[in-house]
């Protein structure tokens, strides 16, 4: 059964660092999402991508964050200068183009920023 | 604002225990119901969606259903390998061109032998 897969599992950074989380979405789905949870917290919305363009973004999604589809199946999120409160799971989702909208989303990356 | 509450926080149950899981939303217009599950360290986990107020949808021990308020999450016979924590998640017709799900903050589900 295809599933979307994120690389690494664990990043460990230092506050200020860039950091640039990798996903690779389910092959024939067209609509690609990022969400964040923070330790003990709900799964928050960060950006949607369609398209090759962000289609809708959230107030946590600032100048130091971008997203990116650099070629066929990847979907990158990038951090330019990570804080401490960037710390957190960072899950990718993506879904088809039809009606049923269902998200499915890959295993996570845990972020850690000292 | 869309917005998702979920109840209880936590929930503990014997194995052969049914029990059920509640989630009320407010949204500007329903377009999804979403249930996850979610392990430990995990991602969400797609188990339904439910798209208007009648809806049923059952898998193995678990059967959502939906009104115009809330939606139950509902564990016929749980085992512990039901233990997780369940995530509610709704999408609105209004939240942009995305289709962005707001969760709330889980049902942390047990179950002892």
């Known amino acids: 059964e295809p599933e979307v897969t994120q690389t690494p599992s664990h990043q460990v950074t230092q506050m200020g660092q860039e950091v640039i989380l990798r996903c690779v979405p389910i092959?024939?789905?067209?609509?690609f999402y990022w969400y964040r949870q923070i330790l003990g917290q709900k799964v928050e919305f960060l950006v949607s991508?369609?398209?090759?363009?962000?289609?809708?973004k959230s107030e946590i999604f600032d100048d130091q964050f971008s997203v990116e589809r650099p070629d066929g199946s990847n979907f990158t999120l990038k951090i330019r200068s990570t804080k401490l409160e960037d710390s957190a799971m960072y899950f990718c989702?993506?879904?088809?183009?039809?009606?049923?909208?269902?998200?499915?989303f890959g295993p996570g990356t845990r972020l850690t920023v000292l | 604002e869309d917005q998702v509450t979920q109840s209880p926080e936590a929930l503990r149950l014997q194995e052969g225990e049914s029990s059920s899981l509640n989630c009320s939303y407010t949204?500007?217009?329903?377009?999804?119901l979403f249930w996850y599950r979610q392990d430990p360290g995990k991602g969400p986990e797609f188990l339904f969606t439910?798209?208007?107020a009648g809806e049923e949808k059952e898998k193995e021990r678990l059967k959502a259903t939906l009104t115009k308020k809330e939606s139950f999450l509902h564990i016929t016979a749980p085992k512990p390998e039901d233990s997780a924590t369940y995530l509610c998640?709704?999408?609105?017709?209004?939240?942009?061109?995305?289709?962005?799900?707001?969760f709330g903050t889980g049902t942390q589900l047990k179950v002892e032998l």
């Open positions: 998640a709704v999408q609105g017709i209004l939240t942009g061109g995305g289709n962005k799900l707001t």
């Open positions: 989702a993506s879904r088809t183009q039809t009606r049923r909208n269902e998200q499915f």
């Open positions: 092959s024939n789905h067209l609509y």
């Open positions: 991508f369609y398209n090759n363009e962000i289609s809708e």
């Open positions: 439910l798209y208007s």
């Open positions: 949204v500007s217009g329903l377009r999804g």
